[in-house]
């Protein structure tokens, strides 16, 4: 197990019990806001280490914004043109923050181990 398998599994939690909360408020008809949503929150904010950019930094050599998993899968450039390629033919990313789930968390952490291994980690601003 390592830190994108605990990762996984600490969201996965947090989601769970985010979605009884969330069952059990609708019960009683109460509104309950999707931004709160853990996994939505952690992708929103880059406070996991399953959502950060898809290069070694915010910015490309180029000057250009470089994207997330999810951005990167919509419309933007990862740190490479190749690896452009192969996140936007990935189809088991979602296109926003809106359509990760646990369900797919692993995917997630399946390309955090790939870009770590092509040492396209990204550093801390």
């Not at 949503?37 to 050599?61: E, Q, V």
């Amino acid at each position: 197990m390592d830190i994108y398998d605990r990762e996984v599994e600490r969201l996965t939690k947090e989601q769970l019990e985010w979605e009884e909360r969330r069952k059990e408020a609708e019960e009683l008809e109460y509104e309950f806001d999707l931004d709160e949503s853990p996994i939505y929150s952690a992708w929103n904010n880059t406070t996991s280490i399953l959502f950060g950019r898809a290069g070694k930094s915010y910015f490309l050599p180029d000057g250009n914004i470089c994207g997330c998993l999810t951005q990167v899968r919509s419309y933007a450039p990862a740190w490479t043109p190749e690896l452009t390629a192969m996140i936007r033919a990935d189809d088991r990313i979602p296109k926003n923050g809106y359509g990760i789930t646990v369900d797919n968390l692993h995917v997630f952490a399946e390309w955090r181990r790939k870009m770590d291994a092509m040492g396209i980690t990204e550093q801390p601003i």
